[in-house]
């Protein structure tokens, strides 16, 4: 399924257009994929359960770069996680969150779907007083690319990885 990134205020490399994601796609690896059960409604606070499912992403992805081989990728990818999970559950419209984690030779995927919600979910300027609304402006900050459904239903970022040292070099 072609996927359109969020229109961008202005141009920058993050808003890439339409791409394809496929974590099917020939070379794709998968790591995890994890669908849970929402706890809050629609539009209401998150639950103290569903607040403990970002921590539970970061972790798992954590582990999941050192088992490729990633670790320097992963302080960057546990925030990437914890704002696209905790994005699914604040606005998302379905009853569960789905959180995915894959790769190719040449880029990592996080992708979180949650059934849509308000649109295609973009960056905004939160006030200085404001406590939230920066979310997805870390994630065009530190993602190499990263976009949305036009519906909203599944937000994505990509993280380039670096290619092998020739000879297979140490790690």
Do not use: K
């Not at 809050?40 to 970002?54: F, V, Y």
């Not at 949650?114 to 007083?129: F, Q, Y």
């Amino acid at each position: 399924m072609p996927i359109t990134t969020a229109p961008p205020h202005s141009a920058t490399r993050h808003h890439i257009g339409a791409i394809a994601l496929d974590s099917r796609a020939p070379g794709a690896v998968a790591g995890f994929e994890v669908r849970v059960a929402r706890t809050s409604g629609c539009g209401e606070s998150m639950s103290a359960q569903d607040r403990t499912w970002p921590g539970l992403m970061r972790r798992a992805g954590r582990a999941h770069l050192g088992i490729w081989g990633l670790e320097g990728l992963a302080d960057t990818v546990e925030l990437l996680m914890s704002e696209l999970v905790t994005n699914g559950f604040q606005h998302g419209s379905g009853d569960t969150v789905g959180v995915r984690l894959w790769r190719t030779e040449t880029y990592l995927c996080v992708e979180v779907s949650s059934g849509g919600g308000e649109g295609t979910p973009c960056p905004r300027e939160a006030g200085p007083l404001e406590e939230s609304g920066r979310g997805l402006g870390l994630v065009a900050v530190l993602a190499d690319a990263w976009g949305a459904t036009p519906d909203g239903a599944r937000t994505w970022c990509l993280l380039a990885v670096a290619a092998a040292p020739a000879g297979g070099g140490d790690r």
